[in-house]
């Protein structure tokens, strides 16, 4: 069960990690990889706060993803040195030639950077993405399209640092398209985040869990299990699943057919999806 866990930790402003310049708008999200097996989002904080300063390099990145949570290095509203790699790589991409006069670096082909919130995968010591990871990347997307309406646009919005200079990065999913374009389909709810797929051999006993009734219900459902940090089915999957959960929150449809798989029902279901997300929100207490 992955849930989002967001933290943010913000580095100090500094010439080489955060000059602290505003974004121009947020116009897409471009993802990476660390190139950095073993080392997770705090010890990044390390680095961009600390030894990149020392070392004079510039580079950079918003938000840093690892196995247990998403740490937030620089607020989403500045810019950094995330993916134009000096300001002097070729843009393939058109519509992030970001040019103005206010930021030295935004001569030549333009500059992705003015326009950009900059995503890091971070790495197993043996170099690979842990699913964890990818899947936690997937919740920080919907977290930032939830911000950021224009990003909704999923398979437009979000981009390899790849798709932007040709870089090779994230390199798992340069080598492996089919990786990222998983990751876009959680991130669109085309893949469900968190569903347990797996029929388990013996009758499991879960303390709580959301149920969704379609698509429709999807995204409300997912906001609802990461507020409760529980896990997330469909009707047809938790049938399949040899399960009871103590707590059941059912997002959309009826309760019919759901007394078995548990203790207590919570129902959640309006007359249609609106009146529904209506329900879970005051639910919530928001
Ligand atoms: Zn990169």
């Not at 607020?75 to 206010?102: I, M, S, V, Y």
């Not at 309406?149 to 994230?170: A, E, I, M, S, W």
Request: with cysteine; net charge positive.
């Amino acid at each position: 069960m992955v849930v989002l866990n967001y933290q943010k930790k913000h580095i100090r402003k500094n010439e080489f990690s955060r000059p602290g310049y505003k974004l121009l708008r947020v116009q897409a999200v471009m993802d990476h990889y660390t190139a950095n097996p073993g080392a997770d989002a705090e010890d990044h904080f390390e680095y961009f706060d600390k030894t990149i300063i020392q070392i004079k390099r510039y580079a950079g990145a918003h938000i840093f993803v690892d196995r247990y949570k998403a740490l937030e290095l620089i607020p989403l509203d500045e810019g950094t040195f995330g993916g134009n790699d000096g300001g002097n790589a070729t843009l393939k991409l058109q519509t992030l030639r970001a040019r103005d006069p206010r930021y030295p670096t935004s001569t030549g082909d333009g500059n992705a950077n003015l326009l950009c919130i900059h995503v890091e995968m971070c790495l197993e010591p043996d170099g690979t993405i842990h699913p964890d990871t990818i899947k936690r990347t997937a919740l920080v997307h919907q977290m930032l399209q939830r911000k950021f309406p224009q990003l909704k646009d999923t398979y437009n919005r979000f981009v390899r640092h790849f798709d932007v200079t040709g870089k090779n990065c994230p390199a798992p999913m340069v080598k492996n398209p089919s990786l990222y374009k998983n990751l876009l389909d959680m991130t669109h709810g085309l893949i469900p985040i968190n569903l347990v797929s797996k029929p388990k051999e013996e009758e499991e006993m879960i303390k709580m869990a959301v149920v969704v009734y379609s698509d429709a219900d999807l995204s409300v459902g997912y906001d609802l299990a990461n507020e409760k940090k529980c896990g997330l089915y469909n009707r047809k999957s938790l049938a399949n699943e040899k399960l009871k959960i103590n707590e059941l929150m059912v997002v959309g449809g009826s309760t019919e057919g759901l007394k078995d798989k548990t203790n207590r029902i919570i129902d959640l279901s309006g007359a249609n999806r609106w009146d529904t997300r209506k329900k879970v929100i005051s639910y919530l207490g928001k």
